[in-house]
Nanobody
Framework: QVQLVESGGGLVQPGGSLRLSCAAS????????MAWYRQAPGKERELVAS???????NYADSVKGRFTISRDNAKKTVYLQMNSLKPEDTAVYYC???????????WGQGTQVTVSS
């Protein structure tokens, strides 16, 4: 049974930084694509960043140059370093794992990020 547990969200002022973490269990973490999505009130869930098993990364245009996704296979954890945060980054952030073998997507419970002065 795959479990994804996010942490690190909170309230931060514009221009500030946060680091999200997502600890995975119940899967062969190293072979699976990991990603962060976010959903703001009244909006659809959107892809923020992804990282493949080969450490290739992909970012939404809105976060390029400000966010960095990384993974530690030994700790079965994926991170999202968020710098120069803007009010429009306010959303619930979800960790996502796509199984390489079944292509099934698994989701964490989400962590709230609020950027406000």
């Amino acid at each position: 049974q795959v479990q994804l547990v996010e942490s690190g969200g909170g309230l931060v002022q514009p221009g500030g930084s946060l680091r999200l973490s997502c600890a995975a269990s119940g899967s062969i973490f190293s072979i699976n694509r990991m990603a962060w999505y976010r959903q703001a009130p009244g909006k659809e869930r959107e892809l923020v960043a992804s990282i493949s098993s080969g450490f290739s990364t992909n970012y939404a245009d809105s976060v390029k140059g400000r966010f960095t996704i990384s993974r530690d296979n030994a700790k079965k954890t994926v991170y999202l370093q968020m710098n120069s945060l803007k009010p429009e980054d306010t959303a619930v952030y979800y960790c996502n794992q796509q199984s390489k073998t079944t292509m099934i997507h698994y989701w964490g419970q989400g962590t709230q990020v609020t950027v406000s002065s």
